[in-house]
């Protein structure tokens, strides 16, 4: 299935005799799921775009590269730096707006400017009924109802098949710098990352590359804006942070390397075993990497996302709570491999009432995308 | 405004109901008597009152599950109250129901500078969260002009914003976890001091829901570090039009102030009677502030009066230091006092386009001439929340309801250009019935669904949001 419009779309649930994949540019293959494919693709298209008003309105099925490119041309983009998947995962196809927005996809800004879902204003889409709903809109500031956009980011498509989404879009800053503190091992880098989002420099990225195969940790520290307020910050934090030797980047295409190796997990790419990420309290990354004992690992959002590269089939839940501990806080979540096991964190079960209690609402036949979340 | 018809049989088993609260709630946390319910008739939106059946003020997550379990079982409707500052009467009793103060549950419960996040009871006032973190140099950023006074429950109901959430966001933006006791007594844990989780993101459709969820009753709070300083511009202007422009102007050169603040002339005039700001006699005035090192500030309000300018402003005034900056904010901080003084108003707050202001204020403009009815406009610009305020006298036969049926246009108005009917007061009872202009009944219907999921029985918050003929037959199986 490929419909063209939002109409045919719900035509299609309405009419569909069982399970359907949704899937918009299959950057994120969602293993082997059942069910006939549905493809948002003929759902594309930039509906609207107003710069002055810092507002987006586009098709789900719009390659993500084709916003961006508009985007980009009037100084602008997606603040949230949504993850490319394919080098991680292997795949191919070109990621789209919808399926970014349904998996509430973030990278290492989101820690200062949000998520992906902090950043849409406004969804459409059909429900598992073949119902077509509007909530949102295209305003900044939007309290009218209650706020669906919200559950439909990062529901994966559960409760409804997304058809256009509403985006606010940011000024691309001017200038930009990187402060590369080399050589830190896990607990310092944490605690640099934590003091550098604690002080007044409006931090926009705090990440840790440990050291791999290609030499010394790094841990990394980014500021943005106008360029002599990057100076000046940038200048602030190298104080900040003399006794360990920072090394300030201001070339903006190093920069943005660095930051896409961050953002794409590129240490783990073409390295076979299986890829987890966890959400944690930062201050707890350390006890989380203890007892995850990880191949390797990447840490972003300053310490509260932890990228690890495990043996295939290895069940890092049960090595985050041992038998007889208290379970540490946050979300373990299977990106690449994972054996068979939940993609998602089991959630306690009046939390777990509520989920399922939704899904049967938005998709009562249970054909939309069954079994990848709950 | 119409209200649901009090069910007889709960009038009749007051009795039995308040002494059921009073075996699960602490014998003071119980109120029945008439005269003391009267001081929860009403919340800001004070042209409609009344009081409730009894008033409930338990002191703890366990406490608030106790007594939801026995309204649960009494099939009695509860409504959950902040600080009782909602201008849309988010928190007006329907005289079956219970009212659950959070009142007493204000305590902070774990500051985290690490991690960034503080924990409180939802009683806390907002202005007080900051107070537990100011001396660290550390703030938690949405602002509503009732800070003082209004409790982060109800920010959470209303998923308040602010002046400054421009570059900040606004409540659901800087929400990390919730404590949630559904109505049948059920405690959730809803994220957590942690990022984004795996699953649905329930957190995110609880803020907002304005109390018909559950009663939120503990709240972890992103906080931030505070910039190194911060400082406004005030720029005045012949016409709304060129102001208008102006903010898109800003806007686009890619410079991101904490706030852009927008007052047409009768706001300026009534502002400057009021509290003698020293505002200069313009057609419409914007305030612009930025953060950061003096440096950085300079470099920021450098750009934003080259771009003002452009636009041949009537004055341009630059704070040199606090005094001036203090001086500036004054005449807009005072605005709704200085309204109250000429008259009664209704604050509206539709939200539109940035690009459609001018149009909006023209049609404003002549909505009220045709209503005989002033309007002053005080906005956040920066994200096209309006603050059309409606003046009218309370006193006059009829008043009200002219007032409200041009408070109506006007957010008709926002809808047909793009916008929506609130951005940050909430619907509440007060754009109830506006509900189907803006969403169609699947659009309703699909809102209406997770209300189901959360509270099948509709006890929580009733006769709220949703238009009564839309709810009506959930209402009534319930």
Redesign the interface.
Known sequence: MRPASMAELAEEIRNAGGPLRVRGGGTRGLGGAPGELLETGGLSGIRLYEPGALTLVVGAGTPLAEVEEALSAEGQRLAFEPMDHRGLLGTSGAPTVGGMAAANVSGPRRVQAGACGDFMLGVRFVDGSGQEVSNGGRVMKNVTGYDLVKLMAGSHGTLGVLTEVSFKVLPTPASVATLVLPGLGLEAAVEAMSRALGSPFDVSGAAHLPSGADGTAQTLVRVEGFSESVAYRSARLSEMFAPLGPVVERDPDLCDALWRRVRDVEPFHGRPGDVWRISCKPSDALAVATRISAEDLLLDWGGGLIWALVPEGTDLRARLAPEGTPRLGGHATVVRGGAGLPVFESEPAPVAALSAGLRKRFDPRGILNPGLMA | MQMPKPDAGILDRKARIVARLREVLPKDAVIDAEAEVRAYECDALTAYRCPPLCAILPASTEEVSAALKVCHEEGVPVVPRGAGTSLAGGSLPTADSVILGVARMNAVLET?????YIRVQTGRTNLSVTGAVEEN??FYAPDPSSQLACAIAGNIA??S?GAH??KY??T??NLLGVTMV?MDG?????G??????????????V???EGQLGVVTEATLRIL????GARPVLIAFGSNEVAGECV??I??????PVAIEFMDRPCIVACEAFAKAGYPDCEALLIVEVE??E??IA??LG?ITQIARRHDPVELREAKDADEAGRIWLGRKSAFGAMGQINDYLCLDG?????ELPKVLRRIRELSKDFELEVANVF?A????MHPLILFNANQEGQLALAEGLGAEILKLCVEV??????????GIE?RDL?SV???P??????M??????DPAWLLNPAK?FPLEASASRREVA
């Open positions: 985290n500078y690490p991690d960034r140099d550390f209303m998923n914003g959430c421009l966001g606004v659901t933006n559904l059920t405690v959730v844990e809803l957590g001091a942690h990022l984004d989780s795996g699953g649905l993101d329930l957190l995110g459709v803020c907002g829901s570090r505070k910039p190194e898109s102007d806007i686009k050169a890619g410079v991101l950061g090192s440096a950085e470099e920021q750009l939200t539109i386009p940035v690009s956040h920066g994200d096209g929340n793009g916008g929506c009917l609130t951005g940050e007061h909430g619907v754009k509900m803006q969403y169609r699947a659009d309703l219907e699909a809102q669904a997770v209300k189901d999921v959360f949001v």
